[in-house]
């Protein structure tokens, strides 16, 4: 909004309103406007009622000044809606609306209204003001009347529930007094541009922001204060202010009798003083000492401390400038932990934060804090007390603040355990089903529910091994499940038999295996023979059942008549059999049995020696039946291989020896196996064979002992990864035919596989005349480390590089002595405070420890002192405190302490020593003569008490020297003092003598 250069009160107000109803006027409706008798101007609306116009008797402004005069005089001479207008301030409803006749000035119109939603309007002096419907208080340029104290109060005043925001939109010049000119305004929250009031000629603000409860904050540095005399109370009641800047105020003028404590906010807790700022005999408010703060002001920058009364007493802007706020009291919070052995601890565990008189707060531990009392070991269950100690700086002094963090550490209770199991392929499985049980750290039972269980891995589909992974607070048991193959089998056989023979159920059934390839006995079989009926001609199935597996045989019932009955049957390779196995029985044509003698049989097919089958027929009578043998291969087999051995070679029977499988074809070990190695010679060149028998099959090997002539000798090795390894390694040595050595360079050397990148085995083969040999060579990981720690001494401590070595393993892993390492310590210096590191170098691996030196803290003070003769003295006394080399409190009896030549019987000065860590500091000790007083017997009981006072005054610790006065009855006091008078004297004359000479 730009207001128009002033020419006069009723101008500005005209031209502002004019501007502020611009906006609004395609909103307005047609009204018809006339002027009565009486002159004024009067409108009527055909929309608006009496009710939508709301004059100046609704809402009042405060005191009416000239400006009054100047609005009633505009309200004259231009159009106007119905009602005059005798006041500087009026209010119009926000639903009004403004009409105008034909051919009317719209700005005559405009001038006499406010903005639609305006709360109210008006003039100080020269200078309008608008209350808008956002509550804002827009000030305008102008010159302001007087405001004294007692004097009339701002025309906005009665609408000051209303004002939420005070805006200076231009140059405000104020007068002499600019008293309570915004006091009041309870609801206002902000007031911008204050450096538009020009203050320059002002000499009073008394109370000028008083009472703003709603004001957190105000810029007054823009104040022009040189001419300010008085400023009472002018910030009184404005309690939410907290901080002030005040130090561009040229407070040189003010009359400090004039203003008091309330001329600041009541709850100022931060204040900026400048150069010219003048406090003179009156307080800042006290901060509160109430454990948040402590009682004091202090200066941020230079951390001085300051009560009010020193503070407003002493202030000295050419020295004192600055920054000032409520000194906080310092903190330090930690809190109590409970951990568990095995756990680890960190002091930031314990630490929460801490302060210091600023209020700076730290969230994380630094070198200030220092971390003191019991080491924390979490390998026992304890409780330890761990103090932290915040050392800040106040006023160019170090000041400490501490707090105790109780650890607690408790036996570790949590397991997991678990089991491996072996079920089968397609059997149901549970991760459960192999959890036995759990306990948390406090030793309570744990549900399976409640751990991480890891099954990723598990697949019951094949046969395999997987691992199952059970975890619970950290800890976790693997289970191993083995996964086999089922190898449950029922083997029968359909049959034939007639109505009335004895038949059971087990005369079908041959053979049965259990899921592990074990033989089934048929007892163990469900069998379902429900069906079966052997008294008349038909057929029956009977079902025999193991472990899930269920086969059915097909039983035939023919009448008995002429019949030869056989059945099938399975039998393996190389078996004893015969055409009679698969007879079962012959009838003649009239149901009379036959013997098998009398069938014909033909078992020209049969063949026992291979997998197949054959058929066999049984004839009697016109009568055939076949039998079908099933000849499985026997998986029994053991493999082994011919070698060529040389003379003096170490040989065994299982190096020849590949494997063997029994009939099911499960592995056999060697030692299951009869071996004949009886005929063995490796003393002399030749051959000799060995048997290796198992379940009735045997194969030979033969083993070839040759002389050694042509040969290549390799051997295997073992290396690390990283090493350099060249095929050359190996190489032992290698004979041309005739017995001479061969060098390895004719040789042919295949090393391809060679890999020293990564651990593994790898075959190199050298070969020479066609033959080979093979080494292999094996990588392993280098186990090689060298382990020390960081240390801290003190300057002077005897130190070596050993101190800092933990321990180091060889490539092997095995150990190492410390003696092994290469150490360089050239850069160790204990004679002063720093650090310096230490390498120590084993087989490439180098570890460095650092170590820091620490001045020693170590001190012992004491203090001198005098007694007198016959005083009752311990050397305790003269012992003030004593600190170790860490800075700790050393208690009087760790020290050694040598007072053997204090005698406190005769007057004299004494060293007595006291020594701790090699410090030795000395306290004398000074045994004086007690003074004595001799009384006259003649003196009055008043000269008595004024000759003991004088005694008593000499008498002191202090004195430098000392009169031994007569004791009543002693014969010699009055000669010692006469005698001690002389002498006094004639020093006194000999001092003299010799200054007067030198001069």
Known sequence: MTIPSVINSSQVVADVIENRLTQNEEDLTPNETSIDDSGEKTCESNTMSKETVINNNTLKSGSQTDGADFVSETVATKESVEHTEPTESKTVSSDQKLSSKEGGNDKEKQANSSAVGDIATGTNGTSAWVIDENGILHIYSGKLPEFPAGGDKPSWFDYRQSIKKVVLEGEVIAGTHLDYFFAYLTNVTQIDNLNFLNTNATTTMIGTFQHLPALKQIDVSGLNTASLVSMDSMFFGSSALTTLDISSWDMSNIDTWKYDTSAFPPNLNYITLGKKTVLGGYYLNAPPNDGVYGGVWINVETKARYDREKLTKTYDGDTMAGD?????????????????????????????????????????????????????????????????????????????????????????????????????????????????????????????????????????????????????????????????????????????????????????????????????????????????????????????????????????????????????????????????????????????????????????????????????????????????????????????????????????????????????????????????????????????????????????????????????????????????????????????????????????????????????????????????????????????????????????????????FNSALDKDGNPIDFQELTVDASKAETNKAGTFEVTYTYDGVTSTAIVTVKEKMTAVNVHDSTIYVGDKWTAKENFDNALDKAGKKVMYEDLTVDASQVDTSKAGSYEVSYSYDGITVTATVTVKEKLSQEKPADDSEHTSQEQEKENQKKITPDSKKQVTLPKTNENKSVVELVAGVIIVLLTGVIFFWKKKKSE
């Open 324 to 804: 000032y706020m409520w000194a906080k009291v310092p903190k330090l919070n930690v809190r109590n932990i409970t951990l568990y052995t095995g756990e680890s601890w960190n002091p930031q565990d314990g630490f929460i934060s801490a302060s210091d008189d600023l209020g700076d707060e730290l969230y994380s531990l630094t070198n200030d804090i220092k971390i003191l009392g019991d080491q924390v070991d979490l390998s026992y269950p304890g409780v330890y007390e761990v103090e932290y100690r915040y050392y800040y700086n106040s006023a160019n002094t170090t000041n400490s603040v501490s707090g105790t963090s109780k650890v607690t550490v408790k036996d570790n209770k949590t397991t997991v355990n678990v089991h491996d199991s072996t079920i089968y392929a397609g059997d149901s499985w549970q991760a459960a089903d192999n959890f036995d049980s759990a306990l948390d750290k406090e030793g309570n039972p744990i549900y399976f529910q409640d751990l991480v269980v890891d099954e990723s891995n598990a697949d019951t589909s094949k046969a395999g091994t997987f691992e199952v992974k059970y975890t619970y607070d950290g800890v976790t048991s693997i289970a191993t499940v083995t996964v086999k193959e089922k190898q449950t089998t029922v083997n029968v056989h359909d049959s034939t038999i007639y109505v009335g023979d004895n038949w059971q159920a087990e005369d079908n059934f041959d053979s049965a295996l259990d899921k592990d390839g074990n033989d089934v006995d048929f007892s163990a079989l469900t069998v379902d023979a429900s069906k079966a009926d052997t008294s008349k001609v038909g057929s029956f199935e009977v079902a025999y059942t193991y472990d899930g597996i269920t086969s059915t045989a097909i039983i035939t019932v023919k009448e008995k008549m002429t019949a030869v009955n056989v059945h099938d049957s399975t039998i393996y390779v190389g078996d004893n059999w015969q055409a009679e196995d698969n007879f079962d029985g012959a009838l003649d044509k009239d149901g009379n049995s036959v013997d098998f003698q009398d069938l014909v049989v033909n078992d020209s097919e049969a063949d026992t020696s291979k997998a197949g089958s054959f058929d066999v027929t049984y004839t009697y009578d016109g009568v055939t039946s076949t039998a079908i043998v099933t000849v499985k291969d026997k998986m029994t087999a053991v493999n082994v291989h011919d070698s060529t051995i040389y003379v003096g070679d170490n040989w065994q029977a299982e190096d020849n020896f590949d494997s063997a499988l029994d009939k099911n074809g499960n592995s056999i070990d060697f030692q299951d196996l009869t071996v004949d190695a009886s005929q063995s010679d490796t003393s002399k060149a030749g051959s000799f064979k060995v048997t290796y028998t198992y379940d009735g099959i045997t194969s030979t090997a033969i083993v070839t002992v040759k002389e050694k002539m042509t040969a290549v000798n390799v051997h295997d090795s073992t290396i690390y990864v990283g090493d350099n390894w060249e095929a050359e390694n190996n190489f032992d040595g290698a004979l041309d035919k005739d017995g001479n050595d061969v060098d390895f360079s004719a040789l042919m050397v295949d090393d391809s596989k060679a890999d020293t990148s990564k651990a593994g085995t790898f075959e190199v083969a050298y070969t020479y005349d066609g033959v080979t040999s093979t080494a292999i060579v094996t990588v392993k990981e280098k186990m090689t480390t060298v382990n020390v720690h960081d240390s801290t001494i003190y300057v002077g401590d005897k130190w070596e590089a050993e101190d800092n």
